[in-house]
């Protein structure tokens, strides 16, 4: 059996329960050694095999999968975030069929999530916008025609970029040619509830300065949109006058 957990974007203690208790429980790791934080395998048990997936490729990862199975035993395969997103799961989840190998997926908080909580803030502000957009500049990994972030950043919503530090001028350009004016907020969260994290409140014109004076350029999320400055609607669900399912407004 194999468990694709998630494992949180960084704080040991933003692992699920469930992971958590998958983790203790496993007796082969292969954790995506780049940015899972090693603390967590800590609670691994005493004679379990570890393996580092960063110097790995898939289909050394698959042998090693295949290696215990074979004798039985159970693999946890630990992704940074939430596996969903950017994982490169999918891949590895065809394999496992293809070997009728068993295996299941454990949510984790992604950093999109961590990064939002770092800045104390929510995505989806009443009268500001009600989309997030999670994507990626293109770097090295192509993306669709379609899904250039200049024709994204066209919706003014607010937009999470993974894996786009290391070319920020890019980001910018692609940005004001979607719309976006220079002054639009912009936020830049490194390490998102590491003990390292740095958080960077900016505008998209000066972004990739600052990206360079504070030494960035992996390991971030880039958050876009006028949410970064709060001015907003009052939400329907606790407005006296507002009726719901569980609670009678004045209606006034
Ligand atoms: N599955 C992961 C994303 C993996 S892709 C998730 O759900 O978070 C790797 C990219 O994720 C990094 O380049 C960076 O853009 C982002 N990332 C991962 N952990 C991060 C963290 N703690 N803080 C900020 N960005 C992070």
């Not at 203690?13 to 899972?36: F, N, P």
């Not at 989806?124 to 899904?147: C, D, F, H, Y």
């Not at 400055?229 to 939400?235: A, H, P």
């Amino acid at each position: 059996m194999v468990h694709f957990v998630g494992a949180g974007p960084g704080a040991v203690d933003l692992i699920t329960v469930r992971g958590m208790r998958l983790l203790q429980e496993a007796d082969v790791i292969i954790y995506a050694g780049s940015l899972v934080n090693p603390e967590l395998l800590q609670y691994a048990k005493k004679d379990c095999q570890i393996f580092n997936s960063a110097t790995m490729t898939l289909e050394e990862v698959i042998h090693k999968i295949e290696e215990a199975e074979k004798e039985g035993k159970t693999t946890v395969r630990l992704h940074t975030g939430d596996p969903a997103i950017y994982g490169a799961i999918q891949e590895q989840i065809d394999e496992l069929k293809k070997r009728e190998i068993s295996f299941d997926v454990c949510p984790g908080v992604s950093s999109l999530f961590g990064a939002a909580s770092s800045l104390q803030m929510e995505y989806t502000l009443p009268g500001v916008s009600q989309t997030v957009i999670i994507s990626r500049g293109e770097g090295r990994t192509p993306v669709p025609e379609k899904e250039k972030l200049s024709l994204l950043a066209s919706h003014q919503a607010t937009m999470v970029l993974f894996l786009s530090c290391a070319f920020p001028e890019k980001i910018k350009e692609e940005l004001l040619q979607g719309g976006y004016q220079e002054d639009t907020p912009l936020a830049v969260v490194y390490r998102a509830t590491w003990q390292d994290e740095k958080i960077v409140r900016t505008t998209i014109g000066a972004f990739p300065e600052d990206l360079r004076e504070h030494n960035i350029s992996k390991t971030a999320l880039i958050i876009v949109g006028e949410v970064l400055e709060g001015d907003y609607e009052r939400s329907k669900l606790y407005d006296p006058i507002f009726t719901t399912e569980f609670r009678k407004g004045t209606g006034e």
